[in-house]
């Protein structure tokens, strides 16, 4: 059996397990297999490939495929997914639905058939609803529905759409629809509600009105699974569909959608930086950051391509930190607010020095993943227009604008009273942030090895 | 003429171990009451159970003793057993019923064997009267069983609006059929090609669909199921959400699909009956609080979308609705085999009694979640790819507007049904507390694991339905 089948077979059978016993020793280690064996099998893992007829009758086929831009996601996948384990708060059901979650994520950044794809698309909602109603704050369960209806509305055209792309070519395969997508019929209908779905999940300026309760309702493990995880869903669909079936129509449509993506990028580093509230200023830095992304999947270059891809994984480990340091620092707290303590250096001087170290990460310093990734769109994006180039990079201005401000106004400037809760990160939870400074450091200075597999795609 | 065969016998057999058991149970009751309350139920599983054994043996027959009344082909075999299984399912149900509630027995299984007969006479009719004989057969012991719990506020009323709308429905559905028969001279479906077309043979069609409409709760008849299954006790609703909804839609395909797919003019027809359908169950049933009436309009609701490839009317159409009817009949009865478990007053389960079951008891709120995303059509469940064929074959038969509406009205439902989960969910915790019998343990355990299985190996499933082409 190939190893697209056991990386979503394994974490099905672990949830099964922890459904029964619920222990997060268990459940980190189980999650971990997938990783190591991708580990293992390093670059080989690109071509393992699995099909079944699974529904013949309606013309279903279970068909998954690793190539390296799957690859690339599934590795963001079974890096992020132990590290949410280990915060999760422990409450029933909430560990094996994490591991439902990985298991449906692995299949859709690996399914080949489009129905399939449709499938994985929708099913993972579900956990995520789930694990929003059981933990977080207090108005969570209308901020899940809220994140669930709006989900639903954004997709239930699209399986329309897959009807009609099913009968214009006869088949659900996507191989096979990138090759005769020329002539299909109304194909500009059916890509329109494609990209509604997937600018709902990613979320695209202005269908992102899930976001701000969702990301602030959910638990910290919630908004990591929201932010770095689901958001990468969106952005995998527009690349896999948008890109690799409808080429033509989406660079007709790339000066309409460069608009809406800056508008975007702008309206949430502008919402960033009026916000009161730490979570929610990260929340819409992070709104900000993926609309930067698809504006290096919608202009027409093969280096803002690129760039957005790595841009998408990047923004996957930078986020993860960043909610990661809030959420500890929430913990101290006992509320997200800005202004009314400061001076937190003072008695949390190594929480502060990690949470400035994924904040220079995130506002793109030199040396770290985000440089590369938004060097390489910047590049893309000066290339078709110089000037779209210079106005765009003003983001880079006030993203580290409001992080800074807000890093300035709660860790530095005259010390507050001190209080019981405030204690500094233990070694436990330095442990837990280590695999991400590693890995930002290593895709900020050794990046060739992932640019690599990007360029091995297509 | 030639002379009653064996293979006629074997063909039969089902049909007359159910109607000689169910008239043994009414003996037994009269002599022995005491026996029957023990053992009625018992009997009648063992009679399904046999029945079931009989239509699996029996081969397909073309014997012309029978066959101008009853057709005994794949399709009639296929819904014979489907009906036996959703018999064994609410018997199995009532039982646990009955552990809770006083009440006689023995009558009870003997009606409710009798509507099972009923249903499967509907599914191997092959004449317009054999198909009244069954749905009234169905009906008039259904009225009877919606006000058997005597000492119940709201049964008799249930029982007595089901009495008097159903026999106007029938009443038009005889019209329909004479009609019928005054244009074409004959009442069996295989001559109804035969006779000529004009205004007497449409007006006669379109009264029969009236009628079928009215069993399937179809808007605009559907006022009378949510009274009706919020009155009757929680296993006879679930014999109506299930069989009655699986019988009426078996006449639909026996009759449109079986018998008029020569005449195009009723799928526009259906169409006008489904849009509303899906629109006003969807809405309506945002609002319910007492979950068999939640359950009925949910119903409503699936008779809306199983409509969807009756307007089609492609050869696909058949097996794309005997797939749904068997996802919506598992999850259905799983549904009511959770709900068997917390039903403890006459008001029924409301939803407020759910609340925190997750807590309480993680399988008996995992089980009613999987129903209800299957329900709700929502992956990871076979729900989803029984609401793709549908749409698929709509789509391929260009309704479009139908697949868009489908497509909206599951927004709002997996709003209702999520809603429910969220509901378990919760951290207070209600009062009500489960009752395990182990009739109903079987029950949801079964749905639960045909839907698991059906979710992860559709195969065998779908080319069984998939030959009814």
Same mark, same amino acid.
């Given at each position: 059996?190939?190893?697209?089948? $056991?990386?979503?077979?394994?974490?099905?059978?672990?949830?099964?397990?922890?459904?029964?016993?619920?222990?997060?020793?268990?459940?980190?280690?189980?999650?971990?297999?997938?990783?190591?064996?991708?580990?293992?099998?390093?670059?080989?893992?690109?071509?393992?490939?699995? #099909?079944?007829?699974?529904?013949?009758?309606?013309?279903?086929?279970?068909?998954?495929?690793?190539?390296?831009?799957?690859?690339?996601?599934?590795?963001?996948?079974?890096?992020?997914?132990?590290?949410?384990?280990?915060?999760?708060?422990?409450?029933?059901?909430?560990?094996?639905?994490?591991?439902?979650?990985?298991?449906?994520?692995?299949?859709?950044?690996?399914?080949?058939?489009?129905?399939?794809?449709?499938?994985?698309?929708?099913?993972?909602?579900?956990?995520?609803?789930?694990?929003?109603?059981?933990?977080?704050?207090?108005?969570?369960?209308?901020?899940?529905?809220?994140?669930?209806?709006?989900?639903?509305?954004?997709?239930?055209?699209? /399986?329309?759409?897959?009807?009609?792309?099913?009968?214009?070519?006869?088949?659900?395969?996507?191989?096979?629809?990138?090759?005769?997508?020329?002539?299909?019929?109304?194909?500009?209908?059916?890509?329109?509600?494609?990209?509604?779905?997937?600018?709902?999940?990613?979320?695209?300026?202005? @269908?992102?009105?899930?976001?701000?309760?969702?990301?602030?309702?959910? #638990?910290?493990?919630?908004?990591?699974?929201?932010?770095?995880?689901?958001?990468?869903?969106?952005?995998?669909?527009?690349?896999?569909?948008?890109? +690799?079936?409808?080429?033509?129509?989406?660079?007709?449509?790339?000066?309409?959608?460069?608009?809406?993506?800056?508008?975007?990028?702008?309206?949430?580093?502008?919402?960033?930086?009026?916000?009161?509230?730490?979570?929610?200023?990260?929340?819409?830095?992070?709104? #900000?950051?993926?609309? @930067?992304?698809?504006?290096?999947?919608?202009?027409?270059?093969?280096?803002?391509?690129?760039?957005?891809?790595?841009?998408?994984?990047?923004?996957?480990?930078?986020?993860?930190?960043?909610?990661?340091?809030?959420?500890?620092?929430?913990?101290?707290?006992?509320?997200? +607010?800005?202004?009314?303590?400061?001076?937190?250096?003072?008695?949390?001087?190594?929480?502060?020095?990690?949470? /400035?170290?994924?904040?220079?990460?995130?506002?793109?310093?030199?040396?770290?993943?985000?440089?590369?990734? +938004?060097?390489?769109?910047?590049?893309?994006?000066?290339?078709?227009?110089?000037?779209?180039?210079?106005?765009?990079?003003?983001?880079?201005?006030?993203?580290?604008?409001?992080?800074?401000?807000?890093?300035?106004?709660?860790?530095?400037?005259?010390? #507050?009273?001190?209080?019981?809760?405030?204690?500094?990160?233990?070694?436990?939870?330095?442990?837990?942030?280590?695999?991400?400074?590693?890995?930002?450091? $290593?895709?900020?200075?050794?990046?060739?090895?992932?640019?690599?597999?990007? +360029?091995?795609?297509? | 003429?030639?002379?009653?065969?064996?293979?006629?016998?074997?063909?039969?057999?089902?049909?007359?171990?159910?109607?000689?058991?169910?008239? =043994?149970?009414?003996?037994?009751?009269?002599?022995?009451?005491?026996?029957?309350?023990?053992?009625?139920?018992?009997?009648?599983?063992?009679?399904?159970?046999?029945?079931?054994?009989? !239509?699996?043996?029996?081969?397909?027959?073309?014997?012309?003793?029978?066959?101008?009344?009853?057709?005994?082909?794949?399709?009639?075999?296929?819904?014979?057993?489907?009906?036996?299984?959703?018999?064994?399912?609410?018997?199995?149900?009532?039982?646990?019923?009955?552990?809770?509630?006083?009440?006689?027995?023995?009558?009870?299984?003997?009606?409710?064997?009798?509507?099972?007969?009923? %249903?499967?006479?509907?599914?191997?009719?092959?004449?317009?009267?054999?198909?009244?004989?069954?749905?009234?057969?169905?009906?008039?012991?259904?009225?009877?069983?919606?006000?058997?719990?005597?000492?119940?506020?709201?049964?008799?009323?249930?029982?007595?609006?089901?009495?008097?709308?159903?026999?106007? =429905?029938?009443?038009?559905?005889?019209?329909?059929?004479?009609?019928?028969?005054?244009?074409?001279?004959?009442?069996?479906?295989?001559?109804?090609?035969?006779?000529?077309?004009?205004?007497?043979?449409?007006?006669?069609?379109?009264?029969?669909?009236?009628?079928?409409?009215?069993?399937?709760?179809?808007?605009?008849?559907?006022?009378?199921?949510?009274?009706?299954?919020?009155?009757?006790?929680?296993?006879?609703?679930?014999?109506?959400?299930?069989?009655?909804?699986?019988?009426?839609?078996?006449?639909?395909?026996?009759?449109?699909?079986?018998?008029?797919?020569?005449?195009?003019?009723?799928?526009?027809?259906?169409?006008?009956?489904?849009?509303?359908?899906?629109?006003?169950?969807?809405?309506?049933?945002?609002?319910?609080?007492?979950?068999?009436?939640?359950?009925?309009?949910?119903?409503?609701?699936?008779?809306?979308?199983?409509?969807?490839?009756?307007?089609?009317? &492609?050869?696909?159409?058949?097996?794309?609705?005997?797939?749904?009817?068997?996802?919506?009949?598992?999850? &259905?009865?799983?549904?009511?085999?959770?709900? !068997?478990?917390?039903?403890?007053?006459?008001?029924?389960?409301?939803?407020?009694?759910?609340?925190?079951?997750?807590?309480?008891?993680?399988?008996?709120?995992?089980? %009613? !979640?999987?129903?209800?995303?299957?329900?709700?059509?929502?992956?990871?469940?076979?729900?989803?790819?029984?609401?793709?064929?549908?749409?698929?074959?709509?789509?391929?038969?260009?309704?479009?507007?139908?697949?868009?509406?489908?497509?909206?009205?599951?927004?709002?439902?997996?709003?209702?049904?999520?809603?429910?989960?969220?509901?378990?969910?919760?951290?207070?915790?209600?009062?009500?507390?489960?009752?395990?019998?182990?009739?109903?343990?079987?029950?949801?355990?079964?749905?639960?694991?045909?839907?698991?299985?059906?979710?992860?190996?559709?195969?065998?499933?779908?080319?069984?339905?998939?030959?009814?082409?």
């Amino acid at each position: 059996m190939a190893l697209v089948f $056991w990386i979503f077979i394994i974490p099905l059978i672990a949830s099964g397990v922890l459904f029964c016993f619920p222990r997060r020793t268990l459940a980190v280690l189980m999650s971990l297999i997938p990783l190591m064996m991708l580990v293992w099998l390093a670059t080989d893992a690109v071509g393992s490939s699995i #099909s079944y007829n699974w529904m013949p009758s309606i013309g279903v086929h279970f068909s998954l495929r690793m190539d390296s831009i799957s690859l690339l996601f599934v590795y963001l996948v079974a890096v992020i997914i132990p590290i949410t384990l280990l915060i999760v708060e422990i409450a029933p059901l909430i560990l094996a639905l994490t591991l439902v979650l990985q298991a449906l994520l692995f299949g859709f950044f690996t399914a080949r058939d489009l129905a399939l794809f449709t499938f994985f698309w929708e099913a993972m909602l579900i956990p995520l609803f789930l694990m929003m109603n059981i933990s977080g704050g207090e108005k969570r369960k209308k901020a899940a529905m809220k994140f669930l209806i709006y989900m639903i509305a954004g997709s239930c055209l699209m /399986i329309a759409a897959v009807l009609g792309l099913y009968f214009a070519v006869g088949t659900f395969s996507l191989d096979s629809l990138s090759t005769q997508s020329g002539n299909i019929f109304y194909a500009k209908w059916i890509l329109a509600i494609f990209l509604l779905a997937f600018a709902v999940k990613t979320p695209l300026f202005p @269908f992102h009105g899930w976001l701000p309760d969702a990301y602030y309702e959910a #638990s910290t493990a919630g908004t990591i699974l929201l932010a770095a995880l689901l958001s990468k869903a969106g952005i995998y669909g527009v690349y896999r569909i948008g890109i +690799e079936i409808f080429p033509t129509i989406l660079r007709e449509w790339s000066p309409m959608l460069l608009a809406i993506a800056i508008a975007g990028v702008f309206y949430g580093a502008l919402t960033a930086w009026s916000q009161k509230d730490f979570k929610r200023l990260i929340a819409y830095s992070s709104l #900000s950051h993926v609309n @930067f992304i698809l504006v290096g999947l919608f202009v027409w270059n093969e280096a803002a391509h690129s760039g957005a891809i790595l841009q998408a994984i990047n923004h996957g480990i930078t986020i993860t930190a960043l909610f990661l340091v809030v959420g500890w620092l929430a913990e101290r707290l006992h509320f997200t +607010e800005i202004g009314p303590v400061s001076g937190l250096a003072h008695f949390l001087p190594y929480l502060c020095w990690l949470t /400035i170290f994924f904040v220079m990460a995130s506002v793109a310093l030199p040396g770290t993943n985000n440089f590369v990734g +938004e060097l390489l769109i910047f590049f893309g994006v000066f290339k078709e227009n110089p000037w779209l180039a210079a106005f765009l990079s003003l983001m880079i201005i006030l993203s580290a604008m409001y992080m800074l401000r807000w890093v300035q106004d709660v860790y530095f400037e005259e010390p #507050s009273f001190f209080q019981q809760s405030w204690v500094d990160i233990s070694a436990k939870e330095f442990v837990i942030a280590l695999p991400l400074v590693i890995l930002i450091l $290593w895709i900020g200075l050794y990046p060739a090895p992932i640019l690599k597999l990007i +360029e091995m795609r297509g | 003429m030639s002379n009653f065969q064996a293979i006629d016998f074997f063909a039969l057999l089902p049909f007359m171990i159910v109607l000689v058991t169910a008239i =043994a149970l009414l003996l037994v009751e009269t002599f022995a009451e005491a026996f029957s309350k023990q053992y009625a139920s018992w009997m009648t599983l063992a009679a399904l159970i046999a029945a079931f054994i009989a !239509s699996m043996i029996a081969p397909e027959s073309h014997q012309e003793l029978l066959t101008p009344w009853i057709r005994f082909d794949a399709l009639a075999r296929f819904f014979t057993q489907f009906f036996l299984l959703i018999g064994i399912a609410t018997t199995l149900l009532s039982s646990s019923f009955f552990q809770r509630f006083d009440a006689s027995h023995g009558e009870y299984f003997f009606l409710q064997l009798s509507a099972i007969f009923g %249903l499967m006479l509907i599914g191997a009719s092959a004449d317009f009267l054999t198909l009244f004989l069954g749905i009234e057969t169905l009906s008039i012991s259904l009225y009877v069983l919606c006000g058997y719990m005597k000492s119940w506020r709201f049964s008799s009323e249930a029982a007595l609006k089901y009495f008097l709308m159903g026999s106007l =429905a029938a009443a038009i559905l005889v019209y329909g059929v004479a009609l019928i028969y005054g244009a074409t001279g004959t009442t069996s479906f295989a001559d109804m090609s035969k006779g000529q077309q004009g205004i007497l043979l449409y007006s006669g069609i379109a009264l029969v669909a009236l009628g079928l409409a009215f069993e399937a709760a179809i808007v605009p008849f559907q006022l009378w199921a949510p009274d009706v299954y919020d009155g009757a006790s929680t296993p006879v609703t679930a014999f109506m959400a299930v069989g009655t909804k699986a019988g009426a839609f078996a006449a639909f395909i026996r009759v449109f699909l079986g018998a008029f797919p020569h005449i195009s003019f009723w799928h526009e027809g259906i169409a006008f009956f489904a849009y509303p359908t899906l629109i006003y169950a969807n809405i309506v049933a945002l609002r319910q609080f007492q979950l068999r009436r939640f359950f009925a309009y949910s119903g409503i609701s699936h008779a809306g979308f199983l409509l969807i490839p009756l307007v089609a009317g &492609t050869p696909q159409a058949i097996p794309a609705m005997l797939f749904y009817l068997i996802v919506y009949a598992a999850a &259905t009865l799983g549904s009511f085999a959770v709900l !068997s478990f917390l039903d403890e007053r006459s008001e029924g389960v409301l939803l407020s009694d759910l609340s925190g079951l997750f807590k309480t008891s993680p399988y008996l709120a995992g089980t %009613l !979640s999987l129903c209800l995303l299957t329900l709700a059509g929502i992956p990871p469940s076979v729900g989803f790819f029984a609401k793709l064929y549908i749409f698929q074959v709509a789509f391929q038969a260009g309704y479009y507007s139908l697949v868009v509406v489908g497509l909206l009205t599951t927004i709002i439902s997996a709003y209702y049904y999520m809603r429910i989960i969220a509901i378990m969910m919760s951290s207070e915790v209600s009062e009500t507390k489960p009752l395990y019998t182990r009739p109903s343990i079987i029950v949801s355990a079964l749905s639960a694991a045909i839907i698991l299985l059906l979710t992860c190996y559709p195969e065998p499933i779908l080319n069984i339905v998939e030959a009814m082409q």
